[in-house]
């Protein structure tokens, strides 16, 4: 039988339309929210990074839009957030080995997007 995700045959006692898409449906909740692909692409060089440092390099966002965000990438598992106690104390922000493996994902986004989106931005 052909699985046609816009029809309402029922599978496994679950009708299509209420399964999940996955694996897309969980990863793209994660990295679809606006900003959450561009913080990984600037933690990517591997340096940890400050609130306030994370915010001018993404330009833009609003302070508690980019906390919401680095939240729910660290409770993910996608971020580390690490409280330094130098003076002043502070905190920084990188990210572990799974927020680490989106580089191949963030590396083809940018890809297509040269192929495809670029000459519109110009």
């Known amino acids: 039988m052909a699985v046609d995700t816009l029809d309402t045959k029922v599978v496994d006692k679950k009708p299509l339309l209420e399964l ?16 959450t692909l561009q913080m990984v692409y ?30 729910m990438l660290e409770e993910e598992g996608i971020v580390r957030r690490e409280q330094i106690s130098a ?25 297509w997007s040269n192929e495809w989106l670029c000459e519109r931005c110009s």
């Open 20 to 35: 999940p898409l996955c694996p897309v449906e969980p990863a793209a909740r994660i990295i679809g929210q606006k900003w």
């Open 42 to 71: 600037f933690l990517l060089d591997g340096s940890s990074m400050r609130f306030c440092e994370l915010q001018d390099r993404l330009g833009g966002v609003n302070p508690s839009t980019l906390s919401s965000r680095l939240k």
């Open 87 to 111: 003076i002043p104390p502070h905190v920084e922000y990188s990210l572990t080995d799974m927020g680490r493996q989106l580089e191949g994902v963030i590396r083809e986004v940018l890809r």
